[in-house]
C-alpha cells in the first residue's frame, strides 16, 4: 500500500488515500469514537474502487472501477495496525466496518477477509452495512454461514434503508434491491439471542418520508433497532438539494421528531448517532474526501469515469 495521502486528527479520525499493491486508488478511514483507542479502534474501509449504485447522500458513486482483492482489503486494514500498533491491535476492542467505499455485497473477498480478521485477531468485531442489491444470494448466505460459525454475538450488520416509501426508497438508493420482507426474513435468520440486533439506517433528510408503523409492519424489535444519522457535507447531498434533518447540537431531528418519538413508544431501541463534527472538517465521511483528492490531482483523476453528466467541482 502507497499512501497517496492522508487527513485528520489521530484523536478523532484520519482519511487515507492509497494505491494499492493493484493500482487501485482507495480511500479508508481510521476513527477513535471513545477518544481512547485503547477502549474502542475502529477502521471503516472500502470494499469497491468508487461504487456502481449511486445512492443519492453519497458520494462514493461518482465513479467506479471495479471489486478489490482480498490482498487490497487487507492493505487498508494492515497499515493503520502497523502505524499505530506496531503489531497487534492492542484494544479492546477492534471493530472494522465494511462500509466506506462500495456496496461490500458485490465483493465476496469481504467474506474472506472477515474471516481471515476472526482468526487472527481475538478482539476483531466485524461490521457490514449493505442495501441488499438483488442477486447478491451468494454473498449473504456465505454471510449468515460465517456470522453464525465464527461471529454469533459481535456481528455488527446494518441495513441502509432512509425512507419507509417503497418508491422514494428507489429514487434515493437507485438499484433493484431487497424489499422489506425479503430484509426482515434474513434479519430474523442472522439475529441470534445475546447477539447484537439488526440495525436500519436512516441518513435522515428532511425530505425523506418515514413513518413508524411501516417499522412495525415489517420489523419486529426484537431483532431490529433503527439507528438516525445526520446527513454528511457532501457533494452529492448539495448537488440532490437533500436537507439535513439532525440537530447537530442538540442531536435530535427537527421535522421527524414524531417519527424517533413513535418508535420509541413502540418500545424500539432507537440510537441516533452524530458523532464528532470534526470529521465534517476532516473529510472522514463517506466518500468525501476522495473526490477532494482526485480534483487535485487531474493525472488520477482522468483515470475515472465520472456518471450523471456530473461536472467535477469541489470547492
Known amino acids: 500500500m502507497e499512501i497517496l495521502s492522508e487527513v485528520g486528527d489521530p484523536n478523532v479520525a484520519v482519511v487515507y488515500i492509497g494505491k494499492t499493491s493493484k493500482g487501485n486508488i482507495v480511500e479508508f478511514v481510521e476513527s477513535v469514537p471513545t477518544y481512547n483507542p485503547a477502549e474502542k479502534w475502529v477502521l471503516i474501509v472500502s470494499s469497491l474502487n468508487g461504487c456502481p449504485v449511486g445512492c443519492k447522500m453519497c458520494d462514493a458513486g461518482f465513479f467506479y472501477k471495479g471489486r478489490l482483492g482480498l490482498d487490497e482489503l487487507m492493505e487498508q486494514i494492515e497499515y493503520p495496525i ?23 455485497s458485490f465483493n465476496m473477498a469481504v467474506i474472506e477477509a472477515m474471516r481471515l480478521l476472526g482468526e487472527r485477531y481475538e478482539n476483531f468485531h466485524p461490521s457490514l452495512s449493505t442495501i441488499a442489491p438483488i ?49 426482515a426474513e434474513y434479519g430474523k435468520a442472522f439475529y441470534d439471542e445475546g447477539g447484537k440486533k439488526i440495525t436500519l439506517n436512516f441518513a435522515l433528510a428532511r425530505e425523506n418520508e418515514v413513518d413508524a408503523s411501516v417499522i412495525a409492519e415489517h420489523f419486529p424489535k426484537e431483532y431490529f433497532l433503527i439507528k438516525i444519522t445526520p446527513l454528511n457535507p457532501t457533494v452529492s447531498v448539495l448537488k440532490n438539494k437533500l436537507t439535513n434533518d439532525v440537530d447537530l447540537e442538540t442531536g435530535l431531528p427537527m421535522k421527524h421528531r414524531k417519527f424517533v418519538d413513535d418508535l420509541r413508544r413502540l418500545g424500539y431501541d432507537v440510537i441516533i448517532s452524530v458523532g464528532d463534527t470534526r470529521e465534517n472538517l476532516i473529510g472522514s465521511n463517506c466518500g468525501q474526501y476522495i473526490l477532494r483528492f482526485l480534483k487535485e490531482r ?12 456530473f461536472e467535477f467541482r469541489v470547492s
Request: without cysteine; positive net charge; proline residues 7%.
Open 135 to 183: 442477486g447478491t444470494d451468494k454473498f449473504f448466505d456465505a454471510l449468515l454461514e460465517l456470522k453464525k460459525e465464527m461471529f454469533p454475538t459481535n456481528f455488527q450488520l446494518q441495513f441502509s434503508i432512509h425512507s419507509t416509501s417503497p418508491e422514494q426508497r428507489d429514487e434515493i438508493i437507485p438499484v433493484r434491491k431487497w424489499d422489506f420482507e425479503r430484509i
Open 298 to 309: 487531474p493525472e488520477l483523476r482522468e483515470a475515472y469515469t465520472f456518471a450523471r453528466g
Open 82 to 104: 502497523a502505524r499505530r500498533w506496531d503489531g497487534k491491535p492492542k484494544t479492546r476492542k477492534f471493530k472494522v466496518q465494511f462500509a466506506r467505499m462500495g456496496e461490500p
